[in-house]
């Protein structure tokens, strides 16, 4: 029997599980969920396309319409792909920042590229893409830090995929916080069967252990500020995560593992060892949710070899 996806949106989801056996403390086991192996190459085309559906569903976005957002990493990717695959125009809106694989590979896909004075930082990205949707007929803002349908989708699909492909033997889930919907949903589906949610953070900007805002470079993570679909409580831990300690681990995922990477990952990967090695896990599963791929972050110092 033929099994051929209709587009791209059918393969999004039911990314694979697979042992760091090299990378796994000695009494602990870590499995990694690569969701480097969805289409775009992170974990966020679940979220970009449940909140596409959402605003179709909503009727706040028109057939045709236009997809408007600041953004300058892996989330304009996912919005690039899905967005134009659907048929929206999409423009995304960020600080200078020159060349980098995530804006080519956004325009490569169709999106519109608009770009604001570095020096006037994000505030600025966020006011011209509040402009721009305004004075734009059909246009929206997806708002991936205040959209349930982010957390949701990771909620009935990420999570319940854990849940099943490990026949429920997780016992710590550790993901990364960037819009939080990853760890949002693990904690919406996960928490009541018992399974532990451990977010991870920058250590140079740890505003979710009520830390300040600070600049770091683990792209895809530590956006500044608390995500409204995510707040602490929902968490059992949090781990902060030096860029030295991420920028080694995605190295380590790629020599000794095979697994390539970026920089998120490597974050994910440190905090995933550190909670394995504890005693109280000494032979139970700790799962590292891996949300993006090397490919979009082969311009960063991770594979650069800077340090």
């Not at 990314?15 to 009494?27: A, C, D, G």
């Not at 109280?280 to 311009?299: K, Q, T, W």
């Amino acid at each position: 029997m033929p099994r051929i996806a209709s587009d791209l949106t059918w393969l999004i989801g039911s990314t694979p599980l697979v042992e760091l056996s090299r990378l796994s403390p000695p009494t602990g086991r870590i499995v990694a969920k690569l969701e480097s192996w969805s289409p775009t190459g992170s974990n966020k085309d679940r979220a970009v396309l449940a909140m596409i559906r959402e605003a179709e569903r909503a009727g706040v976005l028109p057939v045709g319409g236009t997809i408007v957002e600041c953004t300058s990493g892996d989330l304009g990717v996912s919005i690039a792909a899905i967005g134009r695959r659907l048929g929206y125009r999409v423009v995304l809106v960020m600080p200078e920042c020159g060349q980098n694989a995530r804006v080519a590979l956004s325009r490569a896909l169709g999106a519109e590229i608009q770009f604001t004075p570095r020096e006037l930082g994000m505030r600025a990205a966020i006011e011209l893409t509040e402009a721009l949707q305004k004075r734009t007929p059909g246009a929206i803002c997806l708002q991936p830090f205040t959209s349930k349908a982010n957390a949701e989708a990771h909620a009935s699909s990420t999570a319940l995929e854990i849940w099943n492909d490990t026949n429920g033997q997780v016992a710590v889930v550790v993901a990364a916080i960037g819009t939080g919907g990853t760890a949002a949903g693990c904690a919406m589906a996960l928490r009541d069967k018992g399974v532990k949610i451990v977010g991870v953070e920058p250590a140079a900007s740890q505003v979710m252990r009520g830390g300040a805002a600070g600049p770091h470079d683990i792209a895809g993570i530590g956006a500044g500020f608390v995500p409204e679909i995510l707040p602490p409580r929902l968490l059992d831990e949090v781990i902060a995560v030096a860029c030295a300690d991420a920028r080694a681990q995605v190295r380590r995922l790629a020599l000794e593992e095979g697994l390539l990477c970026g920089p998120a990952s490597g974050a994910v990967v440190t905090a995933a060892i550190e909670v394995a090695r504890r005693s109280v896990y000494s032979g139970r599963m700790v799962v590292a949710v891996l949300p993006d791929s090397a490919e979009h972050h082969l311009d960063h110092s991770a594979f650069l070899q800077e340090d």
